[in-house]
Structures are given as C-alpha cells and as structure tokens.
C-alpha cells in the first residue's frame, strides 16, 4: 500500500469513533482524507469545529456546518494527524503549520485520536523538525533562545500562520522529555505555541500498516 492509502485506510477507521454532537477535525492530508469519509456520515453530527481556516473550507465544501469553539463547549472527540508520534502517544505536530489551533482545540476534547500512516511512529521525537509559532517581532529573540536549548531554528519561508505569526522550524533536538521540553518553550518569550503534544497527548492512536490499522493506546 501506498503512504497515501494508508492514511485513507486510518481516516476511514477514525470513523468509527465520531459520536453524535460536534467534534473537532485537524489539518493535513491525513485530516483531510478523514474530512472525506466524515462527509460520508454527515447526518450523524451537529457540525464541526475546525482546526485551520483550510479544514474550515473542505468541512464547508462537503455541506458539514464549521461550528465556533467557544460556541460548541467541550467536544467529545478531536480527530488529527501527526508529524511524528511515540507508542506513549506524545506527538510533533504543525507541519502544516496549524499548531496553535489544533492544541487548543485538542485541549477542549475529551477524546485525541490521532490517525497516521506507520512511518510516524518513533522511539524518539525530533527527527522532524519541531515547529514553533512566533510573534513576529519576537523572531530573533526566540531563536537565540532555542539555539540555547540545542537546537537549530529556520524560519519557514513565506508561510504565515491563521494568527498571523511566523514559523520556525527547530532541526536537531533529541527530545528525550517532551513533556518537560514543550513546558520550557512555552516559556519564551513571544513564543505562541510549539508543536510538542505531550501535556495533552493522543488518547488513541490508529495506525495505518501493511498489516491493517492497528489501535494502540498509551496505557
Ligand atoms: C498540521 C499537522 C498535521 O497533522 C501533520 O503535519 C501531519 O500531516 P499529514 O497528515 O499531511 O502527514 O500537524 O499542522
């Protein structure tokens, strides 16, 4: 199976999991694969609350309602992709530079699914680069900062984020205690939010294997 049929065939079993109600979708091609099959099954929600304006445009390209976070409450389940993610189900995320929205709508969900193809499960993060939305203004000093911690910061050329910010992208971190390491960067000043998704990790994670889907959790 291909890289993409694998992620079609997580997004198909991500199905199985959306409840009645409103839920929250991610970003990517993975997400996007998902945002497909949900259009499949659009009479079983109220709507759904959208992690980045271009998710926003395909649930509305599919006739699903964009519902407003702050209007929906507490959603039951908030389905997603990952850059890379370890069997303790901690995660980098915001390749596709929608970081800050999909942690915040991840922390309003009871329930993170996180649907990847097998090349993104790792025994340790930062081999992808971690991405950290910045205040414009702040670039410079935020990448001394990270330099600080070890690592190599870019800046993601002619990419700006929904909040109007810019990315940098930190090569070059082992990243042996992503719980302790998302805390510290969040810490810098002018730092938005970074990619680590370890405080709220995935709950469940379905991978997508030459063998099947496969469900694995972290306990
Ligand atoms: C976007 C993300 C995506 O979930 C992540 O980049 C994975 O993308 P894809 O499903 O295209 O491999 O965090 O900000």
Same mark, same amino acid.
């Given at each position: +199976? ?86 303790? +189900? ?33 025994? +340790? ?11 414009? +203004? ?82």
């Amino acid at each position: +199976m291909t890289q993409d049929e694998l992620k079609q065939a997580t997004a198909r079993a991500a199905v199985e999991y959306v409840p009645a109600g409103i839920i929250g979708v991610g970003t990517g091609s993975t997400a996007n694969y998902f945002i497909d099959e949900l259009a499949r099954i659009k009479g079983r929600i109220d709507g759904a609350v959208a992690s980045s304006e271009a998710t926003a445009q395909r649930l509305k390209s599919h006739g699903i309602p964009v519902l407003d976070l702050n209007s929906a409450g507490e959603l039951a389940v908030y389905v997603d992709g990952a850059d890379e993610i370890t069997e303790h +189900m901690h995660m980098i995320k915001g390749g596709g530079g929608a970081l800050t929205r999909e942690k915040i709508v991840a922390a309003c969900s009871r329930k993170f699914v996180c649907i990847a193809d097998g090349t993104k499960l790792v025994g +340790m993060l930062g081999k992808f680069p971690l991405p950290v939305e910045v205040i414009p +203004m702040a670039q410079s000093h935020v990448a001394r900062q990270l330099v600080k911690l070890g690592g190599q910061p870019v800046l993601r050329q002619g990419f700006t984020t929904d909040n109007g910010n810019v990315i940098l992208d930190v090569h070059g971190l082992k990243i042996m205690n992503p719980v302790e390491l998302e805390s510290e960067i969040n810490q810098i000043t002018g730092v938005v939010t970074n990619g680590l998704f370890a405080r709220r990790p995935a709950d469940v994670l379905l991978l997508g294997t030459g063998e099947g889907v496969k469900m694995l959790t972290g306990d």
